[in-house]
């Protein structure tokens, strides 16, 4: 569209809410935003141009068309931002690719005897959640201490509930025994009500608490409590001594900081749980250009998502766009109201310029390792004789059991980091014997010619194996005429019995090069090893991981449709009820008659093919067992 053209759309666009997509020539979708006002935001681009920078005027020399969608409401337009910004991935969007979601410990007040667990998604269940913790490292301490000043249960609900002895955690005081009754309920309340103080970290009025508990203890001659006590309370004052206390109201909070420098932009989140800081996250992305209040927006609203921890305020730098229906959508999602703040001085906006600080160290601590990956890979090309510096590396692995169950695995490495967006599985579907290089050829042939037709080559292309496996490689590049990908092969290190002694001899792993007869011995700790190391054993986990549920899944319902008079519908009632095939397989006849959808009669089938007459196991379920430790 001629640029005439563009700015005559633009004068008629609607002043409705909604979002504007712009686009270049071919139609693909540059970026995504999100307006009140449709024409007054699409407008404002490309009025004033003097002021704006290198990057959004690149952007807006690409624009060929934009396209709008009228929403009702602007919060209606917020919500179509995001599901057009994850289905499209637009080139100049941040896109957060943190999909992982911190460690928060769950306590479930809802039980009669609650515990405390480490979970990785909130729900509204009545539950009360602390965190998220930064690492499960600073999480496992947490709980730790916890345990250790309060004896609550740890262990899961079916051994609760089938106990008829305390466990050694009793006897080691390291539980109350509320299993075996040696605590009563209302006891066992005050003890919950006591840790949850802790974790929200209101520890004066739990001191209060506990030093009241003494004295009545003291007063009614039962010194033995007493001196428990004493010890808890004194236990919990060293802990205060050593967490930093920068809040005294014990709110929930983010504070987040922004630094930006040349084409990279660094958001860093400073967790305050409790009054006490946790850790922080920082995430970088480059820079698109775009004026620094609508990525913080847009990072926002899709850092705080549904089942993440959301706190009560988020302390921010500046304002952005449309805050209010982040306010409005977060408090939603969290349940009770949450704030979007901008401190202007004070103990908050101390914690803002301390979350930018860290936010300029993450991103020289990010370029530092940027900067020796760069220097690694350029390395890896010099050192290995490859066409081009492999930016872009796939990685290939195959798993099976004796050619059963059989898949193949791609990871995707960019720039010495793991892209799992990239990563992909191949189900082998010519291949049913045991045949490792029919497999790899199976997967190369499907992987490249699909990615010759969609232009999307990488630079180096690693295999687990030796010499056939590059030969597979090289046979599959010929036919389908590339040329200019590296290929490089990564053999294991073996053991080789020695003649004079019964200890087997390591070999050194060996790299072989399509131009190379004999294979390159880089050095067990070379640098450039250990990184050709992590991407086949990357490879090797994920074809491993996959194979185990296929096998598990397909073992599953191999077994249980071999049994007379269980169909699908009992087959899947069966599993959820149970869990598993070893616990059916464990269950009594009473048990399994009583079982969702089950009869006697249907109980008593499933029991016999388990148990023969004999007290031996089933022989299918006896070859399936042998199957799933016979793992390549």
């Not at 602007?74 to 992982?100: F, M």
């Not at 196991?617 to 006896?622: D, I, R």
Request: one cysteine or more.
């Amino acid at each position: 569209m001629e640029s005439s053209a563009l700015f005559r759309k633009i004068e008629y666009l609607p002043t409705s809410p909604g979002v504007y997509l712009f686009k270049d020539a071919r139609g693909a979708i540059l970026y995504v935003g999100k307006a009140g006002n449709l024409k007054h935001r699409v407008s404002s681009y490309f009025q004033k141009r003097d002021g704006l920078d290198g990057k959004t005027l690149a952007l807006l020399e690409k624009v060929a068309d934009i396209e709008t969608i009228v929403t009702n409401t602007e919060k209606e337009a917020l919500i179509l931002e995001n599901n057009l910004i994850k289905a499209n991935r637009p080139r100049y969007n941040i896109k957060l690719r943190d999909d992982k979601n911190y460690p928060i410990l769950k306590l479930s007040t809802t039980e009669e005897f609650p515990k405390l667990t480490i979970v990785r998604r909130i729900e509204r269940d009545g539950s009360l959640y602390f965190g998220p913790y930064p690492s499960a490292t600073s999480l496992k301490e947490t709980l730790r201490l916890v345990r250790s000043l309060f004896p609550i249960r740890t262990c899961r609900d079916t051994k609760f509930s089938n106990r008829t002895r305390p466990c050694i955690n009793y006897e080691m005081e390291r539980c109350s025994g509320p299993c075996c009754g040696k605590i009563d309920p209302d006891q066992y309340r005050e003890m919950i009500q006591e840790v949850r103080m802790f974790l929200e970290g209101k520890n004066t009025h739990l001191l209060e608490n506990l030093k009241r508990r003494m004295l009545e203890a003291s007063e009614n001659l039962l010194f033995e409590k007493a001196a428990k006590i004493r010890d808890q309370i004194q236990h919990i004052e060293h802990v205060i001594e050593r967490q930093r206390i920068v809040s005294d109201d014990f709110v929930d909070r983010d504070a987040v900081g922004v630094y930006r420098q040349d084409h990279t932009i660094v958001l860093y989140l400073l967790f305050v749980r409790g009054g006490k800081i946790l850790g922080g996250k920082g995430f970088s992305f480059p820079s698109t250009g775009l004026p620094q209040e609508e990525l913080l927006s847009s990072f926002l609203h899709q850092y705080y998502r549904s089942g993440k921890f959301i706190p009560d305020k988020i302390l921010l730098p500046h304002d952005i766009p449309e805050s209010n229906l982040l306010e409005e959508e977060l408090t939603e999602l969290k349940g009770r109201r949450v704030q979007l703040l901008i401190p202007e001085r004070g103990e908050k906006k101390n914690l803002v310029t301390m979350a930018e600080e860290n936010a300029r160290s993450f991103l020289l601590t990010a370029s530092e390792a940027e900067a020796h990956r760069q220097q690694l890979l350029e390395s890896l090309k010099e050192k290995l004789y490859l066409r081009k510096t492999p930016h872009r590396i796939e990685a290939f692995d195959i798993s099976n059991i004796q050619g059963v169950y059989a898949v193949g695995s791609m990871v995707t490495f960019v720039d010495g980091e793991p892209e799992k967006d990239r990563y992909r599985h191949f189900k082998i579907k010519t291949v049913d014997q045991v045949d490792d290089y029919g497999m790899m050829y199976e997967v190369l042939l499907r992987r490249y010619r699909k990615a010759l037709e969609e232009g999307d080559l990488p630079d180096l292309v690693l295999l687990d194996g030796g010499k056939g496996q590059l030969h597979v490689a090289q046979e599959v590049f010929r036919e389908l005429r590339i040329s200019d990908v590296d290929l490089l092969s990564l053999a294991k290190e073996r053991d080789i019995k020695g003649r004079s002694s019964l200890r087997g001899v390591k070999t050194e792993e060996k790299v072989f090069h399509p131009q190379w007869k004999e294979p390159l011995i880089l050095g067990k700790h070379s640098p450039l090893l250990l990184f050709l190391d992590r991407i086949r054993d990357e490879a090797h986990r994920f074809a491993v991981t996959h194979h185990k549920k296929l096998r598990g899944r397909t073992m599953k319902e191999s077994v249980l449709k071999e049994i007379p008079g269980i169909g699908p519908i009992r087959e899947r009632a069966l599993l959820k009820h149970f869990g598993s095939v070893e616990r059916i397989k464990e269950a009594t006849l009473e048990e399994l008659a009583q079982a969702p959808t089950m009869d006697r009669r249907s109980g008593h089938s499933v029991y016999q093919f388990f148990h023969s007459a004999s007290g031996q196991e089933n022989p299918k379920v006896a070859i399936d067992s042998l199957r799933n430790g016979r793992e390549k």
